[in-house]
């Protein structure tokens, strides 16, 4: 079935920077786009970036566009989102999640990892 | 930037009722909708995508309709497993995807 881990989150100044983890399993990873999404506490979902299957291709949200960076390797079918020049208002939940590949959708999630920006 | 809206807020029903959540979009999607579930410490599920189709093990009591900028989520008998928050998603506007606030369905 298919598994995504995320890892990486933790407290971070503003103006920080962190590296947030996405572990996939259970389906052909080289084979999807794949996206972030984040919840801010007690708030609705923000979608984040996107990754086409190769990695040739990066969509970003306006909110997080020059400082945030999608990455993927998959020889090690993980997915990666480099967080740069943080700000209290990225504090969130952030979810890795497998695009459904017809549409651009999520159809599997990942438990999420949370990163806290405070000082 | 299409802006997604969803009302109510917080739907109050009693158990084995009927729950009809809205869905309303800034401008057409046509049918590029998705429902996904969110149940408290939880990643969201998808239910339903193309405005009408169940995602894979979505129950029946679980449907979508509409088209362009009017959108409904009917869960037909609410089950205890179905109190949750459910958030609508439009994917026409691509590279932009954006989500409604969200409506909570709670036990009345």
């Known amino acids: 079935q298919v598994q995504l881990v995320e890892s990486g989150g933790g407290v971070v100044q503003p103006g920080g920077s962190l590296r947030l983890s996405c572990a996939a399993s259970g389906f052909t990873f080289s084979s999807y786009g794949m996206h972030w999404v984040r919840q801010a506490p007690g708030k609705g979902l923000e979608w984040v970036a996107f990754?086409?299957?190769?990695?040739?291709?990066?969509y970003y949200a306006d909110s997080v566009k020059g400082r945030f960076t999608i990455s993927r390797d998959n020889s090690k079918n993980t997915l990666y989102l480099q967080m740069n020049s943080l700000r209290a208002e990225d504090t969130a939940v952030y979810y890795c999640?497998?695009?459904?590949?017809?549409?651009?959708?999520?159809?599997?999630w990942g438990q999420g990892t949370l990163v806290t920006v405070s000082s | 930037e299409i802006v997604m809206t969803q009302s109510p807020a917080t739907l109050s029903v009693s158990p084995g009722e009927r729950a009809t959540l809205s869905c309303r979009a800034s401008q057409s999607v046509s049918s590029n909708l998705a429902w996904y579930q969110q149940k408290p410490g939880q990643a969201p599920r998808l239910l339903i995508y193309?405005?009408?189709t169940r995602a894979t093990g979505i129950p029946a009591r679980f449907s979508g309709s509409g088209s362009g900028t009017e959108f409904t989520l009917t869960i037909s008998s609410l089950q205890s497993e179905d109190f949750a928050v459910y958030y609508c998603?439009?994917?026409?506007?691509?590279?932009?995807?954006?989500f409604g606030g969200g409506t909570k369905v709670e036990i009345k």
């Open positions: 990754i086409r299957y190769d990695g040739s291709n990066k």
């Open positions: 193309g405005a009408s």
């Open positions: 999640a497998k695009d459904q590949q017809l549409e651009r959708l999520f159809d599997y």
């Open positions: 998603q439009q994917y026409n506007n691509w590279p932009s995807l954006t």
